[in-house]
């Protein structure tokens, strides 16, 4: 089992749509979860960290179950500008590595 | 406020060559991390430096080496290239109380 898993895609929707990501992870020491987005042929980016309690920020919100090993990111009111791949990223316990997804291609079209 | 900065940003190499790949931090951070991507792959963890020690290293072969100096400013290097070498580096850095990597724009190696 890959330690971030995470479904490639591509999600095609049109704007204004709601979409949600799914990530798990084989680590259940893992000790911190992010999500981060990069532009096509560019660097990734930080979007938001990802809490226990669950966090939100504008239009997205992230959730964490632990107890499951999942993490997940919700878009709501899809932007043009959101067009990117959203990858998940997981820090182990005692690590300083972070281990990132192959990432999920999110296209909105008109 | 300077970002990350890698050099060169293009690069083609054949098999069995040697490269050099540099980056220099954002302003404040300390601590620099190496990562590999492959087209249509995530980033791969290669190794991080902190005050010019590695400090933790992926998965990857003695090929792959680094070095950090005094100023904060790395380097990766690459022996005996291989075409399974290509690929993006990507350069991070963060302050030592911190999580969020900043990346560079990275150095894109094709092995020929």
């Known amino acids: 089992r890959k330690e971030v898993e995470q479904d490639p895609g591509p999600f095609n929707v049109p704007e204004g749509a709601t979409v949600a990501f799914n990530c798990t992870y084989s680590?259940?020491?893992?000790?911190?979860f992010f999500w981060y987005r990069q532009d096509c042929r560019k660097e990734p980016k930080l979007l938001m960290s990802?809490?226990?309690s669950g966090n939100e920020d504008g239009r997205f919100t992230a959730q964490l179950n632990r107890a499951s090993q999942y993490i997940s990111l919700l878009i709501r009111d899809s932007k043009l500008s959101d067009s990117a791949t959203y990858l998940c990223?997981?820090?182990?316990?005692?690590?300083?590595?972070?281990?990132f997804g192959k990432g999920t291609k999110l296209s909105v079209i008109p | 406020d300077a970002g990350v900065t890698q050099s060169p940003t293009h690069l083609i190499k054949t098999r069995g060559q040697q490269v050099t790949l540099r980056c220099s931090p954002k302003?404040?951070?300390?601590?620099v991390s190496w990562y590999q991507q492959a087209l249509g792959q995530g980033p791969q963890f290669i190794f991080q430096y902190y005050e010019e020690e590695e400090r933790q290293r992926g998965n990857f072969p003695d090929r792959f080496s680094g070095h950090q100096f005094p100023n904060y400013s790395s380097e990766l290097n690459v022996n005996a290239l291989l075409l399974g070498d290509s690929a993006l580096y990507l350069c991070?850095?963060?302050?030592?109380?911190?999580?969020?990597?900043?990346f560079g724009e990275g150095s894109r190696l094709t092995v020929l």
């Open positions: 990223v997981v820090l182990g316990a005692g690590s300083y590595q972070l281990t």
């Open positions: 991070a850095s963060n302050s030592g109380g911190g999580w969020e990597l900043f």
């Open positions: 680590n259940s020491a893992s000790q911190s």
């Open positions: 990802v809490y226990s």
């Open positions: 302003s404040g951070h300390d601590t």
